[in-house]
Nanobody
Framework: QVQLVESGGALVQPGGSLRLACAAF????????MSWYRQAPGKERELVAT????????IYADSVKGRFAIGRDDVESTAYLQLNSVEPQDTAMYYC??????????WGQGTQVTVSP
């Protein structure tokens, strides 16, 4: 059974930093590109960042470029999202997403990030 388990969400002050982790179970991690999405209350879920398999090429939403960094540890089957210089607009539920080249897609349950003084 495939599971993506997120962790690291918390309450953080504006300008602070946070690191999210997504541990993957039950899949061949190196077959999957990993992404982080987020969804704020009343808004649609949006793509935050992606790191591709093999090349480890990264893609970022304009709103987080220069502030967030996505990474992956293929030995530990874990993806990460480093959030720096966070802003209140970054408040959202953050979801881990895995997609294989064959079209298999999995989602995690989410971890809450709240940015507030």
């Amino acid at each position: 059974q495939v599971q993506l388990v997120e962790s690291g969400g918390a309450l953080v002050q504006p300008g602070g930093s946070l690191r999210l982790a997504c541990a993957a179970f039950g899949l061949t991690f190196t077959d999957y590109s990993m992404s982080w999405y987020r969804q704020a209350p009343g808004k649609e879920r949006e793509l935050v960042a992606t790191i591709e398999t093999f090349t480890h090429r990264t893609i970022y939403a304009d709103s987080v470029k220069g502030r967030f960094a996505i990474g992956r540890d293929d030995v530990e089957s874990t993806a990460y999202l480093q959030l720096n210089s966070v802003e209140p607009q970054d408040t959202a539920m953050y979801y881990c997403h895995a997609r294989s080249s064959r079209g298999a897609v999995y989602w995690g349950q989410g971890t809450q990030v709240t940015v507030s003084p």
